[in-house]
């Protein structure tokens, strides 16, 4: 995500979070629609994270709809994150 605060799209929930193996997801509000999202924060750099089997797995994600499969809508990366943008 872009590191300037008017730049963001979303903004994050400081009280929603839940950590994972490899990710920590955390509740959002996209701004400019005020529509509710998660978003996952996958560390790149972490131990047992292998970076083109999560771009492989992110391409089908995108690809895929299907009412019992959470919607994957929107990818950012920096230099040490994937964030997913995935419906609640």
Do not use: W
């Amino acid at each position: 995500m872009p590191p300037n605060t008017a730049q963001k799209p979303f903004v994050k929930n400081k009280h929603t979070k839940t950590r994972g193996g490899f990710s920590v997801v955390y509740k959002a509000k996209e701004i400019s629609t005020g529509k509710h999202f998660a978003i996952k924060r996958i560390q790149k750099d972490e131990e047992g994270v292998d970076i083109e089997l999560l771009k492989r797995e992110i391409y089908i994600m995108k690809k895929v709809d299907h009412p019992n499969i959470l919607k994957l809508y929107e990818v950012y990366e920096d230099d040490d994150h994937f964030f997913l943008v995935l419906e609640l």
